[in-house]
């Protein structure tokens, strides 16, 4: 246990002390997220916070983690080297999206063929169970894909996609604990460390933020704690006290909030005939501040969401996971429809005020 303590302490640390630092460097060089019309914040505020998380998580994994039960490591980190560096060219130059995503596939690739993580199985949802070796390859990395740009995409307001990443990696971390997964437990710890580390100067009026380097890393790391967390289910008896039965949907669940609000945006940009990598306005966030949440109200409240679905499906294991599946899909959808109706009759109310002028 006082592994686990320490892996976050370090990783805290390590993280709240070099950001005052990058702030002063950003400054001087002018290395700003410049505020315009999609964007809530009304200075610039530099977006290299991703720099001090990712220096926070690899000291303190490398230094705690035993790395002849880990061998997988060398690639994990490999993997997340990859994607620091696309971050912060991203972060600083606006890398263009088809050479993000090449970047993204290779890091997944690594991660899926080197690494040997990857998905095997669906447990039985619609029925299929065990996955050919070609298409479990795909699968994985396209898992790892999906996933890592859910939580790039997600990361609109103050303290959300840090405080996500600190839900996942809790639920994740806790389950690795009580199966024997040490290293792993380690590795969330180190995460939930780096993110409280960075949230305190997240935290409305932001100081810093994470970028495009900080968003891919929590979410790559959350595709891997995903994938072991599914594949390490899979080897326990059915009357395991921890055995999750309904173990890919109980999955989708703890990372609901960044895997459907981009399922749901890009459906509704394809709808309207736009490319799906179109930003606009219709995120889960984006609604709830147009309403007139703080964002730090909406980042508990869409936490706190998460929260209670993970805690509902949990307690629904012994219901078919394709009935699962749907509830999950079906509950956000309701609610994030009501709240768009609620925020288009405000819009159009204040329009119809100001012509009536």
């Not at 892996?7 to 001087?28: K, M, V």
């Amino acid at each position: 246990m006082y592994r686990y303590l320490f892996s976050l302490i370090t990783a805290g640390l390590i993280t709240a002390f070099a950001i005052p630092s990058i702030i002063r460097i950003a400054e001087i060089k002018h290395l700003f997220d410049v505020p315009d019309e999609r964007k809530h914040h009304k200075r610039s505020v530099p977006t290299l916070g991703g720099m001090a998380i990712f220096a926070g998580l690899i000291f303190s994994i490398t230094f705690w983690t035993d790395q002849v039960q880990i061998v997988e490591l060398q690639y994990i980190i490999t993997s997340l080297l990859i994607l620091f560096f696309i971050g912060i060219k991203d972060d600083l130059v606006n890398l263009r999206a088809w050479k993000k995503l090449a970047g993204q596939i290779v890091a997944a690739l690594i991660l899926v063929h080197m690494a040997d993580v990857k998905l095997t199985t669906f447990y039985g949802m619609f029925g299929i169970k065990d996955l050919p070796v070609w298409f479990s390859y795909i699968f994985s990395a396209f898992t790892c894909v999906v996933i890592t740009n859910a939580f790039n995409l997600i990361d609109g307001i103050d303290g959300l996609a840090g405080s996500l990443g600190i839900v996942g990696a809790f639920t994740f971390g806790l389950w690795f604990h009580f199966l024997g997964m040490t290293q792993y437990t380690i590795l969330c710890s180190a995460l939930i460390g780096s993110l409280l580390g960075f949230l305190w100067f997240n935290k409305t009026p932001a100081r810093i933020f994470m970028g495009d380097t900080g968003s891919m890393l929590i979410g790559f790391v959350m595709a891997i704690l995903a994938m072991k967390f599914i594949e390490s289910v899979r080897v326990l008896p059915r009357d395991h006290a921890y055995k999750i039965l309904s173990v890919p949907v109980f999955t989708c669940t703890i990372l609901i909030i960044p895997l459907f609000d981009t399922l749901r945006v890009f459906i509704i940009r394809m709808a309207q005939g736009k490319s799906p990598f179109d930003p606009d306005r219709n995120h889960i966030h984006h609604i709830l501040i147009d309403l007139g949440i703080s964002h730090m109200k909406a980042t508990a409240a869409l936490v706190g969401f998460n929260i209670i679905m993970i805690i509902i499906v949990y307690f629904l294991q012994g219901v078919r996971g394709e009935i699962i599946l749907v509830l999950i899909l079906a509950i956000p959808t309701a609610v994030t429809y009501v709240l768009s109706k609620i925020r288009n009759n405000r819009t159009r109310n204040q329009a119809l005020s100001q012509t009536s002028k």
